[in-house]
């Protein structure tokens, strides 16, 4: 995790959209169609940011100044705030709209430097607006040059009507939303929100074996609130990653170490909730690899700038910068499964590079954190 390998006075050849060859300036070629000279840049793989919500209706400033007052983030949920706020302003917008707005955000969040994203459903709670949301990621990835990953997060809140029979609405997502979702391929992935408040493990079970069956793999919110047995049953139901981790003890940890599941920590979200920041530097003293992202969303992490998260990460949870570094690069790629294309600087992998401004190291870029240090971002080859 501490480990970032570095060239001095370097080049890179990008070709077809793909890094064909780098090494020190006195192998590179003679020639190029197009030049970039980044003498005292920093160049780099683009972030991978495993964990989103970048499609919404709109913001829920409201309930910030809310919780300054002193209410809780579950007072606010239990009051029919938070994702039910969400919920109930989606669904009565339309997907031109939800599109055009999340279209804004991603390309902010791409002048940052990010190149690769995962972006989940899970403010719509019905069959239409689950599906409208989806099929936005999917006009997303058809018209962004970034790489983009949908995951299907019905199981983010229980509708208000369903609170006195949560079978019901469980039913409905395993009976008629997933079979729709899988019909259309809108998801690569089904997310649960395991936590207390919200789904148990038994339900959460249920529902990531019920995707399964279409296909669908794992990636789940575990343990933002409580130790909520989130972990254990994404493991049990072979989740690629777990995410939040706020709250978790040594048998989480222990459970994770003997796990191909990847543990992601979302700090800014820490931040903007003025909660527990997971215990990032323990993880990894116990020889855990970690992911890193933004948990972009309007309630609990409204910003997707991944150098500010990486301050907040180094500054909080005393992590170093290359080891927040490399949960957002080559560990966010694994955990949205394209480390073999994504994440690092290799030959035939994707041309999604960062040119920083001149700058003096990857130190500089987290310590100086209230500067925009990202120059140029090039994405397969083209410069955006």
């Given at each position: 995790?501490?480990?970032?390998?570095?060239?001095?006075?370097?080049?890179?050849?990008a070709?077809?959209?793909?890094?064909?060859n780098?090494?020190?300036?006195?192998?590179?070629?003679?020639r190029?169609?197009?030049?970039?000279?980044?003498t005292?840049?920093?160049v780099?793989?683009?972030?991978?940011?495993?964990?989103t919500?970048?499609v919404?209706?709109?913001?829920?400033?409201?309930e910030y100044?809310?919780?300054?007052?002193?209410?809780?983030?579950?007072?606010?949920?239990?009051?029919?705030?938070?994702?039910?706020?969400s919920?109930?302003?989606?669904?009565?917008?339309?997907?031109?709209d939800?599109?055009?707005?999340?279209?804004?955000?991603?390309?902010e969040?791409i002048?940052?430097?990010?190149?690769?994203?995962?972006?989940k459903?899970?403010y719509g709670?019905?069959t239409?607006?689950?599906l409208?949301?989806?099929?936005?990621?999917?006009?997303?990835?058809?018209?962004?040059?970034?790489?983009?990953?949908?995951?299907?997060?019905?199981?983010?809140?229980?509708p208000?009507?369903?609170?006195?029979?949560?079978?019901?609405?469980?039913?409905?997502?395993?009976?008629?939303?997933l079979p729709?979702?899988?019909?259309?391929?809108?998801?690569?992935?089904?997310?649960?929100?395991?936590?207390?408040?919200?789904?148990?493990?038994?339900?959460?079970?249920?529902?990531?074996?019920a995707?399964?069956?279409y296909?669908?793999?794992?990636?789940?919110?575990?343990?933002e609130?409580a130790?909520?047995?989130?972990?254990q049953?994404?493991?049990?139901?072979?989740?690629?990653?777990?995410?939040?981790?706020?709250a978790?003890?040594?048998?989480?940890?222990?459970?994770?170490?003997?796990?191909?599941t990847?543990?992601?920590?979302?700090?800014?979200c820490?931040f903007?909730?003025?909660?527990?920041y997971?215990?990032?530097r323990?993880?990894?003293?116990?020889?855990l690899?970690i992911?890193?992202?933004t948990d972009?969303?309007?309630?609990s992490?409204?910003?997707?700038?991944?150098?500010?998260?990486?301050?907040?990460?180094?500054?909080?949870m005393?992590i170093?910068?290359a080891?927040?570094?490399?949960?957002?690069t080559?560990?966010?790629?694994?955990?949205?499964?394209i480390?073999?294309?994504h994440?690092?600087?290799?030959?035939?992998?994707?041309?999604n590079?960062i040119?920083?401004?001149?700058?003096p190291?990857l130190?500089?870029m987290?310590?100086?954190?209230g500067?925009?240090h990202?120059?140029?971002?090039?994405?397969r080859?083209?410069?955006?």
């Amino acid at each position: 995790m501490s480990v970032v390998d570095t060239i001095d006075q370097a080049f890179i050849l990008a070709e077809e959209g793909v890094i064909s060859n780098f090494g020190p300036m006195s192998q590179s070629p003679e020639r190029a169609d197009e030049i970039i000279d980044a003498t005292d840049c920093l160049v780099m793989p683009c972030w991978c940011d495993s964990h989103t919500h970048i499609v919404y209706a709109s913001a829920r400033e409201d309930e910030y100044v809310e919780r300054l007052r002193g209410t809780s983030y579950e007072e606010i949920a239990k009051k029919g705030g938070g994702i039910l706020n969400s919920s109930r302003k989606l669904q009565n917008t339309s997907e031109e709209d939800l599109y055009i707005s999340a279209k804004t955000r991603l390309d902010e969040v791409i002048s940052y430097g990010t190149g690769a994203i995962e972006i989940k459903s899970g403010y719509g709670l019905t069959t239409d607006s689950e599906l409208k949301m989806l099929r936005v990621i999917r006009r997303l990835k058809e018209n962004s040059s970034a790489t983009i990953k949908a995951s299907f997060l019905g199981a983010h809140a229980m509708p208000t009507i369903y609170k006195e029979n949560r079978k019901a609405y469980i039913d409905l997502l395993i009976q008629e939303m997933l079979p729709k979702v899988a019909a259309e391929g809108l998801a690569d992935y089904c997310d649960v929100f395991c936590d207390k408040g919200f789904y148990n493990e038994q339900e959460t079970d249920q529902i990531l074996k019920a995707a399964a069956k279409y296909g669908l793999k794992a990636k789940i919110h575990a343990n933002e609130l409580a130790i909520s047995g989130g972990v254990q049953v994404g493991i049990t139901n072979h989740a690629i990653s777990v995410d939040h981790l706020e709250a978790i003890g040594p048998d989480e940890i222990e459970a994770l170490k003997n796990s191909n599941t990847i543990p992601t920590v979302l700090p800014s979200c820490s931040f903007f909730l003025n909660i527990h920041y997971a215990p990032a530097r323990k993880m990894i003293d116990e020889g855990l690899g970690i992911a890193m992202a933004t948990d972009y969303n309007p309630g609990s992490s409204p910003s997707g700038n991944i150098p500010l998260l990486m301050a907040f990460a180094c500054n909080n949870m005393r992590i170093l910068p290359a080891e927040a570094f490399n949960a957002v690069t080559i560990n966010g790629a694994c955990a949205l499964e394209i480390g073999h294309s994504h994440g690092s600087i290799a030959k035939g992998k994707s041309a999604n590079l960062i040119i920083t401004k001149p700058i003096p190291s990857l130190n500089y870029m987290v310590y100086s954190f209230g500067s925009s240090h990202v120059d140029k971002v090039i994405l397969r080859g083209k410069v955006e």
